[in-house]
């Protein structure tokens, strides 16, 4: 059996609800088994335990979403791990990170994180694919609608946007997705991240440029605290048994925290490449340099940072530093850009 966990996030009124059901009922039909773990918050407004604005009442109301998001979470995978089918799928609406929105202090919502025992670094990556729906507040003003349980206006539903994707920035599979004109056009394009993942593809959706000193003090101006990840990045290049593959192990390091993964690619055209992906722990890691020869190592620090609805990754290592542009590829970026006036 093959378990595959996918966020669906965004910011208020992006459309997770209709999309949420409609790919639902779409994978279901291609025989996949479909888990699915409703969105905690929403169930709390709907019982009448509303938030308020008052930090002390915020920090129970989001620790007592975050405990049960958490138990939710972890039932529904113990379930679904014990499935007889093949490929089983678990779609979260919202997951644990988004908690991180609902703060003005990023350090408030990590205390929370520490006092039920988890770890950043740990909980963010245990999501294989996180599907970012920009809301329409941040562009579509217009016909952006709150309701008895979404409580934003249209400046508040605009940060919560952008904090909510700041808060999936260490993950490795995040895919930013814009307002379409038609629901139909989003939810194809959130069916064809989700196709990708199944079927072990990745989209060639970067572009990399070297930089000079000069124009990294540049982006770091555009970026802080609560606008980046920055994580310790090392990255060592094996031979692959697979021809044409190339073999990588990656150590990640963040807040006194190591994830360990193996990466196998392959590019097979100008848009796609064939990718499998392996978490590792760290006695499995070492098992894998100590059994092969390495043919290169590097190693720095990785800055991830979302600008004008695209996300950057800023790679500082001595003199060949370069940062990687990923574009939403599934989209008219051309049009898009003309509509909301970028």
Not at 76 to 94: M, N
Not at 122 to 139: E, F, G, H, W
Not at 298 to 321: A, H, P, Q, T, V
Request: hydrophobic letters at 35%.
């Amino acid at each position: 059996m093959k378990l595959y966990n996918i966020v669906l996030t965004g910011g208020p009124g992006a459309g997770k609800t209709t999309i949420l059901n409609s790919i639902k009922e779409k994978l279901n039909d291609l025989g996949y088994t479909i888990f699915i773990v409703p969105e905690t918050a929403r169930s709390f407004i709907e019982s009448g335990i509303k938030p308020s604005d008052e930090l002390d009442y915020t920090i129970k109301f989001q620790d007592s979403i975050l405990k049960q998001q958490e138990l939710r979470e972890r039932i529904t995978l113990k379930f679904a791990s014990l499935s007889k089918s093949k490929d089983v799928i678990i779609i979260y609406d919202r997951a644990i990170m988004d908690n991180c929105a609902y703060f003005d202090d990023v350090k408030d919502f990590k205390k929370i994180m520490r006092d039920n025992n988890l770890s950043e670094l740990y909980t963010i990556q245990k999501y294989d694919l996180v599907l970012d729906l920009i809301s329409p507040a941040n562009c579509y003003q217009n016909i952006y609608m709150n309701d008895s349980e979404r409580l934003e206006n249209i400046e508040q539903a605009r940060i919560r946007d952008e904090k909510t994707s700041n808060a999936w920035l260490l993950n490795r599979n995040l895919k930013i997705i814009l307002p379409t004109e038609t629901i139909e056009e989003k939810e194809n394009i959130v069916m064809k991240h989700i196709m990708d993942l199944l079927n072990n593809k990745r989209t060639l959706n970067k572009s990399t440029y070297p930089l000079n000193p000069k124009e990294i003090k540049s982006i770091f101006q555009l970026i802080n605290n609560d606008t980046s990840k920055v994580v310790s990045v090392s990255r060592i290049y094996l031979n692959s048994d697979k021809p044409d593959y190339v073999f990588r192990l990656t150590k990640m390091e963040y807040e006194n925290q190591s994830f360990y993964f193996k990466e196998e690619y392959q590019e097979i055209d100008s848009e796609y490449i064939n990718y499998d992906f392996k978490k590792l722990d760290e006695c499995e890691y070492d098992k894998i340099i100590h059994s092969t020869l390495p043919i290169k190592y590097e190693s720095g620090l990785e800055i991830s940072f979302i600008k004008d609805f695209k996300l950057y990754k800023l790679y500082l290592n001595g003199n060949n530093s370069y940062i990687e542009e990923y574009s939403n590829i599934y989209q008219n970026e051309k049009n898009l850009v003309k509509k909301l006036n970028m």
